[in-house]
């Protein structure tokens, strides 16, 4: 009796170890011709991550225009729009299908622009602000270099 508890312990470990690998750490990714990995998302779900991109690069110029112009207090607001709590919006389903240096390049990417906003409210330096952005910045750099995001074609 106790051999066939084991065995069945061990089955449901690796259905639970093969479920983990797929859902939080490969995602729903191929190889795509220009060496990138292919994100592969229903229509809805890529035009949700293309926002949050967009949303990324909206914020990033309206910091560089506040920098400009000595705003620190814009500076922090743009910031906090695409800060952590920005991620909520995000469903379960979506995330499963990320891979995980994905999602950690993406919870980075909220964390730095929270820290940008906390640091541009502290400090008032725009200048630092910028040093911050373009720290973050590698980040963006390296998300479009390693990924691209495709529409699963409808059925």
């Known amino acids: 009796m106790c051999k066939l508890c084991w065995t069945f312990l061990l089955c449901a470990l690796i259905a639970i170890g093969a479920m983990a690998y ?5 995602g729903e990714t191929v190889a795509s011709s220009d060496g990138r990995q292919s ?3 229903e229509e809805g779900e890529r035009d949700l991550v ?13 910091i560089i225009q506040a ?7 814009a500076i922090a607001a743009a910031a906090t729009v695409v800060g952590r709590a920005a991620q ?3 469903p ?12 950690k390049l993406g919870f980075d990417t909220h964390n730095k622009f929270d820290e940008l906003a ?11 602000s910028l040093k911050q952005l373009a720290v973050l910045m590698q ?14 074609p409808a059925k």
């Open 67 to 73: 920098a400009n112009e000595d705003d620190a207090e």
């Open 50 to 62: 293309l926002t949050e991109m967009r949303m990324f690069l909206n914020a990033a110029q309206q």
């Open 118 to 128: 906390k640091t541009a409210k502290q400090l008032g330096d725009t200048d630092v």
């Open 92 to 103: 379960g389903s979506l995330m499963k299908k990320l891979p995980l240096e994905f999602k």
């Open 39 to 41: 994100l592969l998302l």
């Open 22 to 26: 797929k859902f939080i750490i490969s």
């Open 88 to 90: 909520a919006a995000v």
């Open 139 to 152: 980040n963006c750099v390296a998300c479009h270099e390693g990924y691209r995001v495709d529409a699963i």
